[in-house]
């Protein structure tokens, strides 16, 4: 009895030394997952966050990374994170618009003028509307990463006018803003799953597809791609969401700091994507063809988009377009 008793004793004053304030509570792990490999900047950028979550929450949270797709498939990825089986998935807002369609506004055409107006209007009114239009689908946007402006890589000649792109199998994601805009350009988009990307190329199951400069230099799509062709036709960025249902656990301060952190790698992120590109660049002349597309002839292709999704975005657009 004597026994027991000193058993119990030491469990209630563990639970009361737990209950005290500024006393460690068990650590909580995350799995953070992501498509691209160790050395480009989606993986810098979750390492510094993991990082900053670490030290904030004074080790309280610990957020594990898995680059290269170690998680799944992105769309597999984020159905488990709406499902409370995934934690967090570094994601684009192209795939995200297959789950809410309002995402699709940032896919438009030649829709912003620089890195600087991305970072604006995604921090403020229309960022924060797309966030809670996730919130709902049960997807929490921690912050707007960087995923850069887009160019047109093929294996059949440079592409000045989007004349040149006819006939041509262009891959382009699933996001139906992509398709249409493609199609406005003369080419014959095929929305493949970014995994799939380099063996198609090596295939010629596609001619061409468009991505930034990072994904063409780290997949290394020039080995199998002669001709790059700079077009900025269209920007992507990279949400770091949030299961809903694992977020919802959390105690407010812990929800936080992770949307802080987040916000301060996305601003470190769209800086040094910037110098990352100029670098990028100058080693891709060296392996491809490069050339630098008539911008305007590309934008006068592009009106049809902006016609055919007046309806449904024409508000949003000019309200995005307005953001100084």
């Not at 620089?114 to 929490?140: P, R, W």
Request: overall charge neutral; hydrophobic content about 40%; some cysteine.
């Amino acid at each position: 009895m004597l026994h027991v008793t000193r058993r119990l004793f030491v469990v209630v004053i563990a639970c009361v030394l737990l209950a005290l304030p500024g006393v460690s509570q068990a650590k909580t792990t995350f799995k953070l997952g992501h498509i691209s490999p160790l050395d480009h900047h989606y993986h810098t950028g979750s390492v510094m966050f993991a990082d900053l979550v670490n030290k904030k929450t004074n080790g309280e949270i610990e957020i594990k990374i898995f680059p290269a797709n170690q998680l799944g498939k992105q769309r597999e990825v984020v159905e488990g994170a709406q499902l409370g089986t995934v934690d967090m998935v570094l994601t684009s807002d192209v795939l995200l618009s297959s789950f809410e369609p309002s995402m699709g506004v940032l896919n438009m055409p030649f829709l912003f003028r620089d890195i600087n107006h991305v970072g604006t209007v995604l921090d403020g009114k229309v960022g924060q509307m797309l966030s809670d239009n996730l919130a709902k689908k049960g997807l929490v946007v921690l912050g707007y990463w960087e995923n850069g402006f887009r160019h047109i890589t093929n294996s059949k000649q440079p592409i000045n006018k989007p004349e040149d792109l006819a006939g041509l199998k262009i891959r382009t994601p699933s996001g139906y803003i992509f398709i249409d805009t493609f199609k406005a350009f003369g080419a014959s988009p095929t929305p493949m799953a970014f995994g799939e990307l380099y063996s198609a190329l090596q295939l010629g199951t596609v001619d061409g597809q468009e991505n930034p400069l990072a994904h063409v230099e780290h997949q290394k799509f020039y080995e199998v791609q002669k001709y790059l062709s700079l077009t900025n036709h269209i920007h992507v960025s990279e949400p770091l969401v949030m299961s809903k249902i694992i977020y919802d656990t959390l105690a407010p301060e812990q929800q936080k700091i992770l949307h802080e952190c987040a916000q301060e790698v996305a601003v470190w992120m769209r800086k040094e994507v910037g110098k990352l590109e100029a670098g990028q660049l100058e080693d891709l002349k060296t392996k491809m063809t490069v050339n630098t597309a008539d911008y305007a002839a590309f934008e006068k292709a592009a009106e049809a988009v902006y016609k055919q999704h007046e309806d449904q975005f024409g508000a949003m657009i000019r309200e995005i377009k307005a953001v100084k």
